[in-house]
């Protein structure tokens, strides 16, 4: 890793629909072109030295939707565990999951399952996939896991709930980026983003490339981060 170069990156990727609309074609198309963007973007972050690449491609809140649009969005999902894993194993990149099981079909639990196992050897870099996944929801469940354990109150501390959020061996983020113009959060790696740098971009998901790559390092290269001090 480069100096400079953050660590973790993850990418809130919005504007799949609005940019169907602009086009005027089917939501799905937009979600394809945006999948098809996932793959280009997270690449070249790899290709960059960065180590570990985070999307949220799923909130647990993207249940609301319509039936047809998450049908789609599953079946694009189960489509980058199955036929594109191999894209993980050309590149020797790891895949983990973070998110809850509950609303998920078999079929894409299994898929999941399988994706981490057949990577998990693989050392180039870390894609952690943000998927039926909620930041809140994540630091319940920690905390339910830690009344579990029986630990009393007097030894809870941050540093003991980082070791009970999902994938906790994933360091911090250091830098999230959004696009689409949209400048929220959403309730993406709420406990990892305690410091990380926010960048949001007009551009629509789909229209991303490698080249926007090279650009939102730079910009986070050139931020004083100072956390606290």
Not at 150 to 156: F, L, Y
Not at 182 to 204: D, H, V
Request: hydrophobic content about 40%; overall charge neutral; some cysteine.
């Amino acid at each position: 890793m480069t100096e400079g170069t953050p660590r973790h990156v993850g990418y809130i990727i919005d504007g799949n629909r609005r940019w169907a609309k602009k086009h005027g074609i089917p939501v799905y198309e937009g979600h394809l072109a945006g999948y098809n963007s996932v793959k280009e973007v997270v690449l070249e972050t790899f290709d960059q030295n960065v180590k570990y690449v985070s999307v949220y491609l799923f909130s647990t809140e993207n249940w609301k939707r319509g039936q047809e649009e998450i049908g789609n969005i599953m079946n694009l999902a189960l489509r980058m565990l199955t036929a594109d894993i191999n894209i993980f194993q050309d590149n020797n990149i790891r895949f983990l999951w973070s998110g809850v099981e509950q609303g998920l079909s078999k079929s894409i639990l299994k898929a999941l399952k399988k994706a981490e196992e057949v990577t998990k050897d693989n050392t180039r870099g870390t894609f952690n996939l943000c998927f039926n996944y909620g930041g809140q929801l994540e630091i319940a469940d920690a905390c339910k896991k830690i009344i579990q354990q029986g630990i009393s109150p007097d030894e809870i501390t941050p540093e003991l709930v980082s070791q009970y959020i999902y994938n906790s061996a994933i360091p911090p983020v250091d830098l999230i980026v959004r696009t689409s113009g949209e400048q929220r959060i959403s309730n993406f790696m709420l406990w990892r983003a305690a410091y990380a740098e926010l960048l949001f971009i007009e551009k629509l998901w789909p229209d991303m490339t490698k080249d926007d790559v090279s650009i939102i390092l730079k910009e986070y290269i050139q931020r004083d981060r100072r956390i606290g001090g």
